[in-house]
């Protein structure tokens, strides 16, 4: 239980401060523990950004199922409209995985954590549209709007949904 919410108060003060600017002095106060309690559950600060990411990349797909119909086209939309959501209470900088590639761009751990993340990510597009064929198109589409977002707002999320409507229209 103690290493679950110090995972999430790492995410939290990862997603406030970003990756540079907190030391893990900070972070140990953020977590609210000790630095010995922090370093025992996690004992580098790559093992924290890791900690961090596996831990928001499950409230994040719980967040896109809260009330989701089942599977198929309307899955689809209501996961797109969570986004806008998410990215409007959650991820106003943008997405949390892509800011951690950028801050450590040569560490294996955090890069891997980022490309399972993503990778769930496009397989659970593919199993909501049950539509496995286009699963790297609507992962596309759902990566462009979260890098879109903290420049473009509201008219990304737009631009997705008529490129959905359209793709699935067409297919």
Known sequence: MLREQIAASLE?????????????AQLRIACNVSLRTLYKHYPSKEAMVVAALEHRHQRYLTFLLHQSPVAG?????HIFNKLEQWMQQFAPHGCLS????????????????????KNQVRQFLGRQSQREDLSITL??????LSSAWP?????????????????????
């Open 12 to 24: 939290q003060a990862f997603s406030k401060f970003g990756f540079a600017e907190p030391s893990v």
């Open 73 to 77: 086209t309307e899955s689809v939309f």
């Open 98 to 117: 892509m800011n951690a590639i950028a801050a450590f761009p040569d560490n294996l751990l955090i890069s891997k954590a980022v490309k399972d993340h």
């Open 139 to 144: 992962f596309l589409l759902h990566e462009g």
């Open 151 to 171: 420049v473009l707002g509201k008219s990304a999320v737009t631009a997705a949904q008529q490129n959905l409507l359209q793709l699935l229209k067409d297919n």
